[in-house]
């Protein structure tokens, strides 16, 4: 895993394409039992180089009721995202992952854990890439039947404080959804 994480550490795939530059920020271990795959790293995270290190990382957190220490250890959490490295900002928000990463590299790293009990599928793209087909309609619909996709899947929107207006709307996601969640997680670690 060491060689593989310092080969995609020096990755210039897309680097044409990103503004401030390549740095592909991601954690992965042999042991790994919870795989996190986001969408891509923010700008705190591109400047810290630490994955999920921002407000949409603590509500994480929070919605899996762990601290930063476990969080942290790639031994039992492996954190990757969808795009790798910050794509930029757009008119409304950050740009989407590129899409070269999750082919170029997912099977690689994902391939080198043996001991993964769960992948947590975070916002649409890494829904729409995983589950294929058997994504519902939208996030929202994925998100509402997320027992369907248990015990190897579990679906979530983006922890981002911009989407507190999203489970304002859906009441039933912090009544139901995240209490399954935090057991799944309790119980694997």
């Known amino acids: 895993m060491k060689p593989l994480l310092q080969k995609i550490a020096h990755c210039q795939e897309c680097s044409n394409h990103l503004e401030f530059g390549p740095r592909p920020v991601l954690t992965a271990h042999k042991e790994s039992?919870?795989?996190?795959?986001?969408?891509?790293?923010?700008?705190?995270?591109?400047?810290s180089g630490i994955p999920w290190d921002?407000?949409?990382g603590k509500n994480l957190r929070d919605w899996?009721?762990?601290?930063?220490e476990t969080f942290y250890n790639p031994k039992k959490i492996a954190l990757i995202p969808m795009g790798f490295c910050y794509p930029g900002k757009g008119k409304s928000g950050d740009l989407p992952p590129r899409k070269e990463c999750a082919p170029l590299w997912h099977n690689p790293v994902l391939s080198q854990m043996n001991e993964v009990e769960l992948v947590i599928l975070i916002g649409k793209y890494a829904q729409d890439y995983y589950l294929g087909k058997s994504a519902q309609k939208n996030l929202t619909e994925t998100v509402r039947n997320f027992k369907q996709y248990l015990p190897k899947y579990?679906?979530?929107?983006?922890?981002?404080?911009?989407?507190?207006?999203?489970?304002?709307?859906?009441?039933?996601?912090?009544?139901?959804?995240?209490?399954?969640l935090k057991y799944v997680v309790e119980g694997i670690l």
């Open 54 to 56: 921002d407000k949409s």
């Open 154 to 180: 579990f679906v979530l929107p983006h922890p981002s404080p911009r989407n507190n207006i999203w489970k304002a709307k859906n009441e039933w996601f912090e009544k139901e959804v995240l209490p399954e």
């Open 33 to 47: 039992k919870i795989v996190i795959i986001g969408q891509a790293p923010g700008a705190a995270v591109h400047k």
């Open 64 to 68: 899996l009721n762990i601290d930063n």
